[in-house]
C-alpha cells in the first residue's frame, strides 16, 4: 500500500506561480509512472502531467510550456511546478502513482483569481 500526500496548492493572482509536491509513503523508484491530475468543479478529472521511469514527460496542450512535472526518486517526491497561471487552471489538483496497482492523493486546491 502506497499513501502519496501532496502539497502545496492555494490561492494566486493570475500569472503567478505555485510549486505542488506529492510525498510517497513508498519508493517511487518502482513506479511506472507519476502523474498530476486535476479536476475543475462540473468537469471530468483530466491529465495535467505525467513523468514515467525514465524521466520521460507528457502535458496536457493546455499546460505545455507553463507546467514542468518532476521526480525525485532519492526523496520519493513528485513535483508539479506551474508559472503563468491562469484562472482556467482552478481545480483541485491530484497525485497519482501507477505501480501496477494505482494510487491517488487526497487532492490539494489551486484557486487562480483574475
Known amino acids: 500500500q502506497v499513501q502519496l500526500v501532496e502539497s502545496g496548492g492555494g490561492l494566486v493572482q493570475a500569472g503567478g506561480s505555485l510549486r505542488l509536491s506529492c510525498a510517497a509513503s513508498g519508493s517511487i523508484f518502482d513506479a511506472n509512472i507519476l502523474a498530476w491530475y486535476r479536476q475543475a468543479p462540473g468537469k471530468q478529472r483530466e491529465l495535467v502531467a505525467s513523468?514515467?521511469?525514465?524521466?520521460?514527460?507528457n502535458y496536457a496542450d493546455s499546460v505545455k510550456g507553463r507546467f514542468t512535472v518532476s521526480r525525485d526518486n532519492a526523496k520519493n517526491t513528485v513535483t508539479l511546478e506551474m508559472n503563468s497561471l491562469k484562472p482556467e487552471d482552478t481545480a483541485v489538483y491530484y497525485c497519482?502513482?501507477?505501480?501496477?496497482?494505482?494510487?491517488w492523493g487526497q487532492g490539494t486546491q489551486v484557486t487562480v483569481s483574475s
Open positions: 513523468i514515467g521511469s525514465g524521466g520521460r514527460t
Open positions: 497519482f502513482a501507477d505501480y501496477g496497482r494505482r494510487y
